[in-house]
């Protein structure tokens, strides 16, 4: 039997979740295949070369190019310190000379006799790779990085910003509708993720870095407030290094929607346990979604711990968004799949479904225009 497929976003009570936690670079990998971790523990370290910094010497010592390297203290490879003397010239019988000095700490990375430049290397700067979960090793890849799983509960939100965190939820608010101002965050927050309702103000999301949250889980955030409090448009970016002070995932949209009573209940069922969440997005190729995965006990190797499959596709009863407007953010079930072609307002064919909203509404929309609640 043939599927129709739409993209769609999980929320998922219990299942497997495994990350690849891989370096930049090659370098160490410090755990090893059954190693229990948590969020913080570090799982591979490496060092990033320093950053290049010229210095032309001939300049500096008044010589031709091809004299430099007579005049060099330091050779290339030797370790400097900053302001540290690596090429001297004398003259006058060695009554006056002129010293070239270093700008940084690091090494000697080549003497030029063409340019009369000499190459500094900064010191190399170290990278620590977490593992972001709590869970277990389940697989180690030489030099690079490691595999780690765990059983949890896992949200994918649509959009958010903010870098790996991890902390206790805390509900601040009544239901799914209520927007989460400023008023609901007190200084109980810090540490947590905050789970508010339809919207995160800029109130709020200021307020939750003043206290020192971990992160916020919302239904929406207003375009302008994101602009406001970031400082510039995000465009169609990678988002996920921001310096914010604070992770904000995005659940349903842009604007006030209420989170999808499925996912609220969810989060709600989780208070006072540990979420791990992440903001990263990216919506081109290689499409990168921000997440909540709350780590449950149990052995990932337990009979049903299996990875949740991807959904076949939709049917009568799948639960659905409207990612387009008119009903953009709103949440509803397929109540029919007319199989053959429809025109739509624009004069052009496409294939449609029917959808009926909470209250009861039923409504015809393109296929291309829903987004498949995945479970």
Do not use: W
Request: negative net charge; contains cysteine.
């Amino acid at each position: 039997m043939a599927h129709s497929y739409t993209p769609g976003l999980k929320v998922t009570e219990r299942m497997k979740i495994t990350k690849k936690r891989i370096l930049p670079l090659k370098g160490d990998v410090v755990v090893k295949v059954g190693d229990k971790v948590e969020p913080d523990t570090v799982v591979a370290r490496t060092d990033l070369p320093g950053t290049v910094e010229p210095l032309n010497v001939a300049n500096i010592l008044g010589v031709p190019p091809e004299d430099v390297e007579d005049c060099m203290v330091k050779k290339e490879g030797d370790q400097i310190e900053k302001g540290e003397t690596i090429a001297l010239n004398k003259s006058f019988f060695g009554l006056f000379k002129t010293e070239a000095k270093s700008k940084i700490s690091g090494s000697i990375e080549s003497v030029s006799s063409v340019t009369g430049q000499v190459l500094l290397r900064g010191e190399p700067i170290p990278v620590e790779v977490k593992a972001y979960l709590q869970g277990e090793v389940v697989e180690t890849i030489e030099n690079e990085g490691c595999s780690i799983s765990t059983l949890g509960s896992f949200v994918q939100g649509i959009f958010g910003v903010g870098g790996e965190t991890h902390g206790t939820i805390k509900i601040v608010v009544p239901d799914n509708a209520t927007v989460l101002e400023d008023k609901h965050i007190g200084e109980d927050c810090k540490g947590c993720v905050v789970v508010g309702g339809s919207m995160a103000t800029a109130g709020a999301v200021k307020r939750a870095i003043s206290v020192g949250a971990a992160g916020i889980v919302a239904g929406g955030i207003s375009d302008k407030d994101l602009r406001e409090f970031l400082g510039y448009d995000i465009g169609v970016a990678i988002t996920g290094n921001e310096d914010l002070g604070v992770t904000l995932v995005v659940t349903e949209g842009f604007g006030e929607i209420a989170m999808a009573q499925k996912t609220f209940d969810l989060l709600k069922s989780k208070e006072g346990m540990m979420a791990c969440i992440n903001g990263a997005t990216q919506i081109r190729a290689g499409v990168i979604r921000p997440e909540v995965v709350i780590p449950l006990a149990g052995d990932i190797h337990e009979a049903g711990a299996e990875e949740v499959e991807t959904t076949a596709g939709l049917e009568v009863g799948s639960p659905i968004r409207v990612i387009r407007q008119p009903y953009f953010g709103q949440i509803g079930t397929v109540s029919g799949l007319p199989p053959a072609l429809q025109q739509l307002d624009s004069e052009s064919k496409a294939r449609v479904l029917e959808v009926e909203f909470q209250e009861g509404k039923k409504v015809i929309i393109p296929r291309a225009n829903v987004e498949l609640i995945e479970g």
